[in-house]
């Protein structure tokens, strides 16, 4: 009975959802996508508790490159591109920032985590150009199955399956498979393989 209703719920809540997705689309036609869906995203990003997941997740099914429905995607949280992917069991705390990424199933993403969209986003070489006019790299960033990011850890890079980021961790470089990590930069502690 509870798979049912939370099967109805879904349908619902896209229902919901479509119509301002389908102004997302209209919109994103003659501006910037990703612009468009930062901004829809900010506006999902208010609604709280359970209403607030399941429209989130209807929204962004609908508006990302992958989302699941399964996902609970937590108030204030926001997305900075439409090129990300969240798969199921997946629960990402409140006032999280993620760019451009994949999240892989069963992973738990701490409050005031930020994803990055890798570490080249700014260049900053040519000192008789302004910063915000030098450009950079958007890479997408990858969060491995069973993953857990702390709270207020900042991920610039991949990180493998199975693995814990202790709170307030900057990760700059790949965290590999099963490997706990924490400090400024982020280095291994442990492995969790026996």
């Not at 994103?28 to 995203?41: H, K, M, Q, R």
């Not at 997941?53 to 992958?66: K, S």
């Not at 994803?115 to 969060?143: A, C, M, R, W, Y």
Request: with cysteine.
């Amino acid at each position: 009975m509870k798979n049912i209703l939370k099967s109805a719920a879904h349908i619902l809540f896209k229902l919901l959802a479509l119509p301002i997705y389908c102004l997302f689309w209209l919109l994103s036609l003659v501006g910037s996508a990703d612009g468009l869906f930062s901004s829809f995203g900010q506006f999902f990003s208010l609604f709280p508790g359970m209403f607030g997941v399941y429209l989130r997740a209807a929204f962004y099914r609908f508006a990302m490159t992958y989302c699941d429905n399964d996902v609970v995607v937590g108030f204030g949280t926001l997305f900075s591109q439409q090129d990300t992917e969240i798969y199921s069991g997946t629960y990402i705390g409140p006032q999280c920032n993620i760019g451009k990424s994949t999240i892989n199933r069963n992973c738990l993403i701490g409050s005031g985590v930020h994803i990055l969209s890798g570490k080249g986003q700014h260049n900053f070489d040519d000192i008789n150009t302004p910063l915000k006019d030098q450009g950079g790299k958007f890479e997408k960033v990858t969060i491995g199955e069973d993953s857990w990011l702390g709270n207020g850890s900042i991920i610039m890079a991949s990180v493998g399956k199975k693995c814990v980021v202790a709170a307030g961790s900057v990760v700059v470089n790949e965290v590999p498979d099963y490997a706990i990590v924490a400090g400024n930069p982020a280095k291994i502690i442990r492995s969790r393989e026996v």
